[in-house]
């Protein structure tokens, strides 16, 4: 089912309109849960208040990327039930991804904060689009759906090493975009 037949569903109050995206998106929303929180049954309640809040998201907002819009959802959630989980722990994966991504934020503030403000997400999509196709892809999937570098080297076919360094560079760029831009 297309996604603007799902979200038609979701207009028209229609139950089925869960399943539908359930059926199509539950593995692209676990896939990010489980980066964040690395227990299922987190990752799958996290899941479940998603499907919750597209329900009550829509029909008042009209997702103009659907599959974007489902994982800003459960990401938020997931980054929510991390904090909440993890006082005292820390989960290496998120913890270094976000310390990676620090360096690049001239700020004081806690980088979790930071990201959800507007204006540095559209200097991060102004830069992005700056950057070639492959690199994009890379700093996407180790920074907002939190692959593994070996995971990432692994879907692309590249050295670990490929991975580590594109990541290096992107952030070299990034700080100096945002420095450039008055961050």
Sequence with gaps: MEDNEIIGLYWERSESAVSETDAKYKKLCLHVADNILSDRSDSEECLNDTYLAVWNSI???????????????????????????????????????????????????????????????????????EQSRKNRVIFVRRYWYYD??????????????SVKQSLFRMREKLKRFLSEEGL
């Design 59 to 129: 029909p008042s907002e009209r997702p103009r990327y659907f599959p974007a819009f489902l994982c800003r959802i459960i990401r938020n959630l997931a980054l929510k039930r991390y904090r909440y989980n993890t006082a005292g722990k820390r989960n290496p994966e998120v913890t270094v991804s976000m310390d990676e991504l620090e360096e690049c934020v001239p700020s004081g503030e806690n980088v979790e904060r930071i990201c959800d403000a507007r204006e540095l997400g559209r200097l991060i999509s102004d830069f992005l689009r």
């Design 148 to 161: 593994s570098v070996k995971e990432i080297a692994e879907r692309y076919s590249l050295s670990e090493n």
